[in-house]
């Protein structure tokens, strides 16, 4: 068993429920939810759009390997109507499934990079996640998540 934490996020249509979806989906296909932050509504990154977003972050307890992960994620944003990501940059979006962190593992390949390297630039990020994993420590930087939010 592995512990992850995996970002959600969503600008367009019914954005709880957007959410809502997607944590239960997770549940269902990927592990048990330990933990699920609050709701966080953040502006556009990387983009411009006119649509705020939702964020969350969940802990879950699976079984499955890091790139068995990363296709279950993409599998959930398919069936939740995700159109396929650009490979041009950011857009609008109905979900978002991101892997932060897989316990305390790094992975540096170009399909899947563990942690997620914007962890630390991304507020709606750092603060839903130091709200359920304040103590973690990112196994790159060495600080606890928790000191994100003072930087």
Known sequence: MAFCY????TNLGDKEQNLNNAIISVALEIGEVLSQSSFYASESWGFQSENEFLNAVVLVNTTLSPFDLLEKTQKIERELGRAEKSSVGYADRLIDIDILLYDQ???????????????????FVYIPLAEIAPDVIHPLLGTRIAEFLNQ
């Open 6 to 9: 995996l970002g959600l996020g």
């Open 105 to 123: 593992l790094v992975i540096d390949q170009p399909t899947l990079k563990i942690p997620h390297p914007h962890i630390a630039e991304r507020d």
